[in-house]
T-cell receptor
Framework: AQSVAQPEDQVNVAEGNPLTVKCTYS??????LFWYVQYPNRGLQFLLK??????LVKGSYGFEAEFNKSQTSFHLKKPSALVSDSALYFC????????????FGKGTRLSVIA | DAGVIQSPRHEVTEMGQEVTLRCKPI?????LFWYRQTMMRGLELLIY????????DSGMPEDRFSAKMPNASFSTLKIQPSEPRDSAVYFC?????????????FGPGTRLTVT
């Protein structure tokens, strides 16, 4: 069965500093990995995905994520955090290319402090 | 593109009443998903459809919950009778007909409060 873990419930970072939100996954086949962001009182918004190819994936709002097969990780990163990045971030995985539902982590709340 | 549309955005009802949540997926998408989000349980998949056919409803918590997709552009999630523990934000998401990895597009959600 596929699963994803976000080990941190909360991440605090100062504005202008780099940020990392961690995600590890478990699948039986090839992983398709996704990051979503949820702002208050809004739906989940797609940020980026890894399907194949370069391990470093670039997405919306300056975010990027690095796929590491040996560590089964897909951490979300941004070189310089903004206060407006404060939100709830979800990592998700799908085992293979089929149109089955994504399996989501529990979410990590990111707070960027001015 | 209007995105996934959900209605109502907010619903307040009394215990025992029937509640119907509505979703219009993005045109051309062939899969539709219903999720529930609470502080305690996070984001839970309730049911999903491929080509209007329910594929997996194992996440539906009880027989009080039912979902339908009569055509490619409309789906409903019904709770009858509603209970206070059903209070949550309910999201609908749809997924496109593209090859490879397919992201899901979420609607704005319906915040349900059962008193």
């Amino acid at each position: 069965a596929q699963s994803v873990a976000q080990p941190e419930d909360q991440v605090n970072v100062a504005e202008g500093n780099p940020l990392t939100v961690k995600c590890t996954y478990s699948v039986s086949g090839n992983p398709y990995l996704f990051w979503y962001v949820q702002y208050p009182n809004r739906g989940l918004q797609f940020l980026l995905k890894y399907i194949t190819g370069d391990n470093l994936v670039k997405g919306s709002y300056g975010f990027e994520a690095e796929f590491n097969k040996s560590q089964t990780s897909f951490h979300l990163k941004k070189p310089s955090a903004l206060v407006s990045d404060s939100a709830l971030y979800f990592c998700a995985v799908r085992d293979g290319p089929g149109n089955t539902p994504l399996v989501f982590g529990k979410g990590t709340r990111l707070s960027v402090i001015a | 593109d209007a995105g996934v549309i959900q209605s109502p955005r907010h619903e307040v009802t009394e215990m025992g009443q029937e509640v119907t949540l509505r979703c219009k997926p993005i045109s051309g998408h062939n899969s539709l998903f219903w999720y529930r989000q609470t502080m305690m349980r996070g984001l839970e998949l309730l049911i999903y459809f491929n080509n209007n056919v329910p594929i997996d409803d194992s996440g539906m918590p009880e027989d009080r919950f039912s979902a339908k997709m009569p055509n490619a552009s409309f789906s409903t999630l019904k709770i009858q009778p509603s209970e206070p523990r059903d209070s949550a934000v309910y999201f609908c998401a749809s997924s496109p007909r593209v090859a490879g990895g397919r992201e899901q597009y979420f609607g704005p959600g319906t915040r349900l409060t059962v008193t």
